[in-house]
């Protein structure tokens, strides 16, 4: 299997460590330079390591250097300009896929990576005896002609390779907090609005419905419900303005007539399919009467059958006693009478 060697990653983030300090043409600190023992503590690697690479890196132009007291490196070029292809023939030289393309010079191009895995394998390192007759001999050298693998490693950016990084390291700083952080109580989950800030707590904002539920705010709109008058009777008269009004046309009403004389209709039936509605309520600012509210402080249920999801005239006076909301209105029936202007 072909690998890149760790000197290779270790490469990558020192030059890295560089590009972040802005020391290069055009960046933040674009007339300033880092030392080798800053990299070495940016980059968390061995100071010996970083020392011979900072050197390989300067001698093939990657790095300039400067010396004395206050010296150090920057990169010669932006990082958008130095490719991953560049980085490994400074450490690996020249990438080829197999040893029998290319010579076995490991300075002009032989595969080390292969030839170290081949030899960890079989214990010794030593010529392919197959190449006579080797049947994967000529299409490895046609992908290694037309560039294949270092049109891939080429393409490769600097500055793509750090973006890459630190997204990676952002997504490893959640996955830890979440995982190893507790989560937040009950009441800060259940809370309305935005999910509050909350130290030393994972940023796990789902429920276990129905166990938890949530504290939906005052003006949520919930589900119906239907009010009724102090005699304990609808106080709906049929008018037929929410199902007028209703955008998804999901109110049934039927009126009949009332044993009211005040009162010409009220409603023999009285439907709403939750699953039409597309909770606007337009239906709670039409009525008259205050007879309609969404006002329940919950949603409408999950059904396994659609009819199971229409809310009938029983259903919708049970939502309050369900959800411990008064049944009744403060709104005077027939308003305040004809006169209701002179008392301004």
Not at 147 to 172: F, K, N, P, W, Y
Request: aromatic residues 4%; glycine residues 10%.
């Amino acid at each position: 299997m072909l690998r890149i060697s760790k000197k290779a990653d270790y490469a990558v983030f020192l030059l890295g460590a560089i590009a972040r300090q802005g020391a290069f043409p055009g960046g933040a600190a674009s007339d300033s330079v880092v030392s080798a023992h800053e990299i070495a503590k940016l980059a968390g690697l061995n100071k010996s390591v970083v020392a011979n690479l900072l050197k390989d890196f300067a001698r093939h132009g990657v790095l300039e250097s400067t010396r004395g007291l206050k010296g150090g490196y920057r990169l010669a070029r932006p990082p958008a300009q130095i490719s991953l292809g560049e980085i490994l023939e400074v450490v690996e030289g020249r990438f080829t896929l197999v040893d029998c393309i290319g010579g076995h010079d490991a300075n002009e191009g032989s595969s080390r990576l292969l030839a170290q895995a081949r030899s960890q394998q079989s214990g010794r390192n030593h010529d392919c005896s197959l190449i006579s007759f080797c049947p994967s001999k000529n299409p490895m050298r046609v992908v290694h002609e037309r560039g294949m693998v270092h049109q891939c490693s080429d393409s490769a950016r600097l500055d793509e390779l750090l973006s890459t990084a630190t997204g990676l390291g952002i997504t490893i700083k959640h996955f830890a907090k979440n995982l190893f952080l507790p989560r937040k109580s009950e009441k800060q989950l259940g809370a309305g609005g935005a999910p509050p800030e909350v130290s030393w707590r994972n940023d796990i904002e789902t429920i276990q419905y129905p166990e938890e539920k949530v504290q939906y705010p005052e003006r949520f709109r919930g589900l119906h419900r239907l009010m009724m008058r102090d005699d304990g009777s609808v106080r709906c008269v049929a008018c037929m303005c929410c199902p007028t009004v209703c955008p998804a046309h999901c109110i049934t009403i039927i009126p009949e007539q009332s044993d009211d004389n005040g009162i010409e209709k009220r409603p023999a039936v009285f439907e709403i399919d939750e699953l039409r509605c597309v909770v606007c309520g337009l239906c709670v600012e039409a009525c008259p009467c205050d007879a309609i509210r969404m006002d329940s402080g919950t949603h409408a249920k999950p059904v396994e059958e659609r009819a199971d999801a229409v809310m009938t005239k029983d259903k919708l006076i049970a939502v309050s006693k369900d959800n411990g909301k008064s049944p009744t209105s403060i709104a005077t029936q027939g308003g305040a009478g004809a006169n209701w202007r002179d008392g301004r």
